[in-house]
């Protein structure tokens, strides 16, 4: 049996986090985490199939592992994931040297398999949803941060968007009970745990699943932003067409829930949303967020655009860019149309839109959203912020870095003497804007953290 493990993650938070998980539970077996490839005897790939570039890494990562796994017998490589869920056969087929390939349901199993893999060789054990009795989401996660947490509030995904192999991977949306979501979270306030995430392909239609009585999320938003010591509550991702006035109340009007709001746009088109199955128009997408913005004072807002969706045309594009100047975002995550085996979207091949046309639309694309993001930030110069102290800054370790309530990232000089430690929080005064950060001067460092001032709803 393998002793130490490292695990690399390709993909979302909801990865991110999953790693965590199966962390902690490797720990449990009685492993310890390593620093690298060479200093483990097994390396675990969390794999995501979103975009064609994460399947690329990752048979790269594992091409380039071959030759160590010759050189190396004791070295068990396991496979686990979304890609792994939909592509199981496939993986040991691309790479024999896999030992263990498991996929999105049992997580938890992988001690076993481990020792399943020791004693009969490599397996692949990928059930097609979650079995009887698994064990609850959040057992012995090993998190990565003291401070700050991600807590899954609901997996899976009821939606059917053309793009989007999240449903067949995932499975129907499952939702956690919210008295289980509260006792992981209390447990984490109790250990000092100061800011959490809550997580979910579409948190606003939690608890669907649990009940017909609505909104659910928004009472989790409350009862979550009301345990004693959590100071940030974050969530992500809220689908437009389901996000709902008393969400967006519940934001409002919970002093702990930040200012900031993922808010996926996809399209500006009316046709391509449709072609996309969203369920919404710009229009109706842009009123929801001019209601979240007149609720919520100082809402930082970002998105999600897919560039050269199957039978974008030049005017749908001009729609994209035209709603992307009116939304003002904060920042967007801008992915190139990639066709995902399964989906209705790569069924649309005679759609495509040529390679050099998407190229240059995304580059235009970016650079209107990096103008908005440095127009939003440079708006900020000259103010106070409160920053949860993340620790030094990775491109200037004579720097501390720490995110604001809207989640901004701001760099700022230490003070000479005892800086602020991680998950401490500190006020600081923006001095500097670029697209994707804040320079700023500490002001002091907070006692204690504070809410911002409770702010009456204007507007639902
Ligand atoms: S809402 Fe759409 S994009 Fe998001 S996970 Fe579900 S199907 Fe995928």
Wanted: proline share 8%; hydrophobic share 40%; net charge neutral.
């Amino acid at each position: 049996m393998p002793t130490r493990f490292v695990i690399r993650t390709f993909g979302c938070q909801m990865n991110e986090h999953d790693s965590e998980r199966l962390a902690g539970l490797l720990v449990a077996d009685g492993m310890e985490p390593g620093q690298g490839v060479d200093d483990a005897d097994l390396v675990v790939f969390n794999t995501c199939c979103i975009r064609e570039n994460a399947d690329n890494r990752l048979y790269g990562e594992l091409g380039r592992l071959k030759e160590l796994a010759q050189r190396r017998p004791e070295l068990t490589i396991a496979v686990g994931g979304c890609l792994a869920q939909k592509d199981r056969e496939l993986v040991r087929e691309r790479a024999p040297h896999v030992d263990v390939v498991f996929g999105t349901h049992n997580l938890a199993d992988v001690p076993r398999l481990l020792r399943r893999r020791a004693a009969e060789g490599p397996i692949t054990e990928v059930p097609d949803g979650p079995a009887p009795g698994s064990p609850p989401l959040h057992i012995g996660a090993l998190r990565e941060l003291p401070y700050a947490a991600w807590v899954t509030i609901q997996t899976g995904c009821d939606n059917s968007c053309a793009f989007c192999i999240v449903p067949q991977v995932r499975g129907p949306e499952v939702s956690r009970p919210p008295e289980e979501v509260l006792a992981e979270v209390r447990s984490l306030a109790r250990r000092g745990v100061v800011e959490v995430t809550l997580l979910g392909q579409n948190v606003n239609s939690y608890g669907r699943d649990l009940t017909r009585r609505s909104p659910l999320f928004a009472d989790l938003l409350r009862q979550v932003g009301a345990v004693e010591g959590v100071e940030r509550v974050r969530f992500t991702s809220p689908h437009p067409k389901d996000l709902r006035p008393e969400t967006v109340a519940a934001m409002a009007e919970t002093p702990a829930v930040c200012e900031q709001l993922h808010l996926p746009l996809q399209s500006g088109s009316d046709r391509i949303l449709r072609a996309m199955r969203r369920g919404y128009t710009a229009q109706r997408y842009l009123e929801r967020l001019a209601a979240a913005r007149a609720a919520v004072a100082d809402l930082a807002v970002t998105t999600d655009i897919i560039v050269g969706f199957p039978g974008e045309t030049e005017d749908d594009f001009e729609a994209t860019l035209e709603v992307v100047a009116e939304a003002g975002y904060d920042s967007a995550y801008t992915f190139i149309f990639s066709p995902r085996p399964g989906t209705r979207a790569a069924a649309m091949v005679d759609q495509f839109v040529p390679a050099e046309v998407v190229h240059e639309r995304f580059e235009r694309l970016r650079a209107v959203v990096e103008r908005s993001a440095l127009a939003r930030h440079q708006a900020r110069v000259g103010r106070t912020e409160q920053v949860l102290v993340e620790g030094p800054s990775r491109k200037d370790p004579s720097m501390l870095s720490g995110r604001t309530r809207q989640g901004k990232l701001a760099h700022f000089t230490p003070p000479d003497h005892g800086s602020p430690a991680p998950g401490s929080f500190a006020d600081v005064v923006v001095t500097g804007a670029a697209p994707h950060h804040l320079r700023a001067d500490l002001v002091q460092v907070a006692a204690a953290a504070r809410h911002r001032p409770r702010i009456p709803l204007r507007a639902r």
